[in-house]
Every structure is written in C-alpha cells, then in structure tokens.
C-alpha cells in the first residue's frame, strides 16, 4: 500500500520535471535571449545571477585565512600589481572609463569609487575570477602573496588620491 502511494506520488514529480526540462531546453534551443554584452539581462535574470554570485562567493571565502594586510610593502606590491594587471578594467582614482571597461557587461566596479572590498570575498574573487564577467582568474597566473597584496591595496583604493595612485603605480 504504502508502495504504490509513493509509485503515485513520483509519477506527477516525474512528470512536472520532464516538463520543466523541456520548456528550459526550448528556450535555451530557440535562442530567444540575447547574450549580446550591449544588452542588459532582464531584472529577473539579473536578480538570480546576482543571488547564485553572492552566494557562492560567501560559501567558498568564509573559511579562508586573511593575512596581516596593512604593511606599507604588501599594499606597494600590490599597487603595481592593480596597475598592470587591473585598471584598465576596474579603473583608478581619478579615472572615470576606458576603452575596456566601457565595453564589459556586467561591467566591473570602479574599486576606486566603492567602500573597500571584504578581504576575503576580494581574495576568492580575484584568485578564481567570476564566470561570464570577464573577471578572469588571476590564481593562475600569480601565487597567493601576490594575491593577498592585490587585496591589501584595493582595500586602500577608495580613500586613495590620483596623485597617491600614481605615486604608488609608477
């Protein structure tokens, strides 16, 4: 008895899921949603992405060891590491946009112009990088040190003046 209820009870879930799938697999088929990057998502997209991003990015960062971050040599390191390899997408004091950063979508924060990132939460994010945002993973090509020092001196970015910025990235 208690066998054929679950038997019925599987079959409509079965049934409901297969549906799912189907209308998922046409409209991903039909090519209806523009990927294009000179096109927004709509809200609902935008939301979802947003909420998976966040989420998984808190999961895989929380347990990560930060550093002592405010030696002047860590954030000196990292400054040249942020002006060869970072600007041109997330920008510097006193800039405003460029060629590359004009042209990203989702485009990237301008790290001078926001509060300072969560040390954890920039480490992960700049090592592993963020699919479909052109935030490459960087754990690829720098080691961890130079990783950390990336962090200890975008945390220092938003207080930072355009001549302090040239000064350190010189």
């Not at 297969?18 to 991903?28: D, H, K, Q, T």
């Not at 990057?37 to 960062?61: K, Q």
């Not at 004009?102 to 990237?108: C, N, Q, R, V």
Request: with cysteine; hydrophobic share 50%; proline share 6%.
């Amino acid at each position: 008895m208690r066998g054929a209820r679950i038997r019925g009870a599987v079959l409509p879930v079965a049934a409901t899921l297969a549906a799912l799938g189907a209308g998922a697999a046409l409209f991903v088929f039909s090519g209806i949603y523009d990927i294009g990057a000179d096109d927004h998502h709509t809200a609902p997209v935008t939301a979802l992405i947003g909420a998976l991003r966040e989420r998984s990015i808190a999961v895989r960062a929380a347990a990560l060891a930060v550093p002592d971050l405010s030696d002047a040599a860590h954030v000196a390191a990292g400054a040249r590491t942020y002006a060869l390899h970072c600007a041109g997408c997330h920008l510097a004091p006193g800039v405003n946009r460029s060629d590359l950063s004009s042209g990203l979508y989702p485009h990237p924060p301008d790290l001078a112009q926001q509060a300072p990132p969560e040390a954890r939460r920039a480490f992960w994010v700049v090592k592993h990088g963020i699919k479909m945002s052109a935030m490459p993973a960087w754990g690829r090509t720098l080691d961890d040190a130079a990783l950390w020092d990336l962090v200890a001196f975008v945390r220092r970015l938003p207080a930072m003046s355009e001549e302090t910025y040239e000064r350190m990235t010189r």
